[in-house]
């Protein structure tokens, strides 16, 4: 039922769609993409794009890291990404020189807004890193970068009124 209020579709709205052909898609594990933008150190895969799937908005897939790898610095244009850690420990790294580092673990989201030159590092030594990936566009962007990264990069914590430093407890 669609009100004023709500202008979501419904299939009324749409008598002459073929819904089997274009309504829900699932992509099996084992037919994933690999013939995407890749960055040194990391094998992508997409699982949900415009040609596999026929997204409009959205990229999603895979991303390994193997044990003690990183990947180049890069970023993803206007794209903003979503990394949600499966398996494994990430240690991210980011800004103009990736002066700035934090970690992430099973079950935990990494943001990454437009832009933001970025490093991917496996931080284990034995086992692999196993991340899903979503980006906001259908297509894959990644911008390899050149860049001079600091020695010692500076380690931020997820701060607000909610969550306090780790060093105020």
Sequence with gaps: MSTDKDPTPTPADHPKTDWREHGVKVIKGDQLD???PQTPG??????INAARA????LWAGTVTIHPNAKTGAHHHGALESVIYVVRGQARMRWGEHLEYTAEAGPGDFIFVPPYVPHQEINASTDDPLECVLVRSDNEAVVVNLNID????PE???WVDPIHKHPHDH
Excluded at 54 to 57: D, S, T, V, W
Excluded at 149 to 152: K, L, N, P, R
């Design 34 to 36: 690999t013939n995407t």
């Design 149 to 152: 990264a600091v020695e010692q």
């Design 42 to 47: 990391m094998n992508r895969a997409a699982a």
């Design 155 to 157: 380690t931020v914590y």
């Design 54 to 57: 026929g997204a409009q908005k």
